[in-house]
């Protein structure tokens, strides 16, 4: 078993609640199901938002979820001048296969983020 960093990032349409726990909902899960990962291999996950985003914490979803016991953080994005806003990422710490190549995933308008990552999208 290796230890991995996944990345993956999603867009909502506006600073509400729920929006950022469906939408944090929707990437972990496709994150956990594109890369064939347990909660049990998870070591941490770091969650970030832009600063247009503080409706909810991104984490509230993941313990939902039911990633009860993997340690996980919020944070705000540097807010860089003509960025991509409403966006939700996450890093996720996990073991996995040797043999397996992480699968990033960047959805909705969180795509443009990672264009060169053919994987990703």
């Known amino acids: 078993m290796r230890l991995y960093a ?16 469906s939408a ?8 956990m199901t594109r890369n064939a990962l347990e909660a049990e291999q998870m ?7 832009t600063g247009d985003l503080d409706a909810q914490f991104p984490a509230v979803a993941a313990r939902r979820m039911g990633l009860s016991r993997v ?8 807010p ?11 890093m996720v710490h996990y073991y996995g296969p040797e043999d397996r190549e992480p699968q990033h995933v ?4 969180a795509r443009v983020l990672r ?5 990703a999208q």
């Open 71 to 78: 340690p996980l953080m919020c944070a705000q994005e540097v």
């Open 115 to 119: 264009t060169d990552l053919e994987s």
């Open 6 to 21: 996944l990345r993956g990032a999603i867009t909502v349409d506006d600073n509400d609640a729920e929006q950022i726990l």
């Open 80 to 90: 860089v001048p003509g960025s991509l806003a409403h966006v939700i990422r996450v």
């Open 24 to 31: 944090t909902d929707e990437l972990m899960r496709e994150l």
């Open 43 to 49: 070591v941490s996950c770091l969650f970030t938002m």
């Open 106 to 109: 960047y959805l909705r308008g």
